[in-house]
């Protein structure tokens, strides 16, 4: 009996140090991110016109800073007021807000530094029509995200 029992230790030993067939698995784990799109822009400040001045700069839309999608870009509209007196709203003086010589009405940014430079411009007919006073006036810009035209 107890040489069967030495036998059956022996024959369990040899058994476990046997090598065993291992079954490889391999899985792919996805690594991800997002990065949001973020963007700067730059438009100009408040403006004092001088008097009789047929054309003011008024600075530059910028788009100093930039992480887009491709295809999307920041476009930056403006809408004018004209400049009003402020002891009689019935008197106003027109201007135009121009970009390169042309009414300035919106505009694509892609990259960083991408500009816009902008003038007023009140011709020599209305300042000589303008009646006497403190005049004012707005530029409201509205900057939006979206798919590019180009």
């Known amino acids: 009996m107890k040489k069967k029992v030495v036998y059956m230790l022996c024959a369990l030993m040899a058994w ?3 090598a065993t067939a291992v079954s490889a698995e391999q899985h792919d784990v996805a690594v991800t991110t997002s990065v949001m799109p973020t963007y700067t822009v730059t438009i100009p400040a408040d ?11 008024f600075g530059k839309i910028e788009l100093t ?5 491709p295809g999307y870009a920041v476009r930056v509209s403006a809408a004018t007021t004209a400049l009003t ?3 009689d709203v019935t008197k106003t003086i027109p201007y135009a807000l121009n970009a390169n010589g042309k ?3 919106s505009a694509e940014y892609q990259a960083v530094g991408d500009s816009t430079a ?8 209305d300042w ?9 006036g707005t530029v409201t810009f509205t900057v939006a995200y979206v798919p590019s035209d180009a």
Not at 47 to 57: E, L, M, R, S, Y
Not at 118 to 125: C, M, N, V, Y
Request: hydrophobic share 40%; glycine share 2%.
């Open 47 to 57: 403006t004092n016109i001088a008097f009789n001045a047929t054309q003011t700069d």
């Open 118 to 125: 902008l003038t007023i411009d009140i011709t020599k007919a």
């Open 16 to 18: 476990s140090s046997q």
């Open 85 to 87: 007196n402020q002891a």
């Open 103 to 105: 009414a300035f009405t």
């Open 128 to 136: 000589n029509q303008a009646a006497a006073g403190q005049y004012k």
């Open 65 to 69: 800073r930039a992480q887009l999608e």
